[in-house]
């Protein structure tokens, strides 16, 4: 009866030390696969361009980091959606010149078709309802190397933003060069 038990309990530790082992490998490969989506949207999404608004860049508690404002952040009197405070929209951006400019709001993502003309759509979060004011998620902030100092003006933003409406800051550039200098 003991030799029956003890096989029992074996076999029981077995299964316990494979699902354990299943779970850890289970978090990795998860893991690794939300790297690998986060790097294949900054590869494969559109480059845009933004200009930037003057903010106060530094500030000593919190380490070396600009904080960067867009025009494209006031957008009254653009047509589409009406929004509330903190809900999600899209706000679509066609280039003109140099900048990308937002031309309209939307409640959802762009088509395909949106896409193919040249348009790009970035999700935005809604501040203020009147006048009407968003924020940027991931795009209000760029941490600098340390003692790289302050902005010598004010940069123009260049932003990958992936299909589903997700943007990301791949660099900042002053006076036609990148900043800070690799």
């Not at 003991?2 to 074996?10: C, P, Q």
């Not at 501040?127 to 991931?138: F, G, K, M, Q, T």
């Amino acid at each position: 009866m003991t030799l029956r038990w003890d096989a029992e309990v074996r076999a029981l530790i077995r299964r316990r030390r494979l699902a354990v082992f299943s779970l850890i490998v289970g978090l990795q490969v998860a893991l690794v696969l939300g790297v690998i989506f986060v790097e294949e949207g900054r590869q494969t999404g559109v480059d845009i361009v933004l200009e930037s608004m003057p903010v106060d860049p530094r500030d000593p508690l919190r380490g070396d980091y600009v904080i960067l404002s867009y025009r494209a952040e006031r957008l009254d009197g653009l047509a589409g959606a009406r929004p509330r405070a903190g809900e999600e929209i899209y706000v679509v951006f066609a280039q003109q010149g140099r900048y990308w400019e937002p031309i309209t709001l939307r409640d959802r993502n762009l088509d395909e078709d949106g896409w193919d003309r040249g348009w790009v759509a970035i999700r935005v979060r809604v501040v203020d309802e009147s006048p009407l004011r968003v924020e940027y998620p991931n795009l209000g902030e760029y941490f600098v190397p340390q003692g790289t100092g302050v902005l010598p003006s004010l940069p123009d933003v260049h932003v990958v933003v992936s299909r589903d409406g997700v943007a990301r800051i791949k660099y900042l550039e002053v006076d036609g060069e990148r900043w800070p200098r690799d």
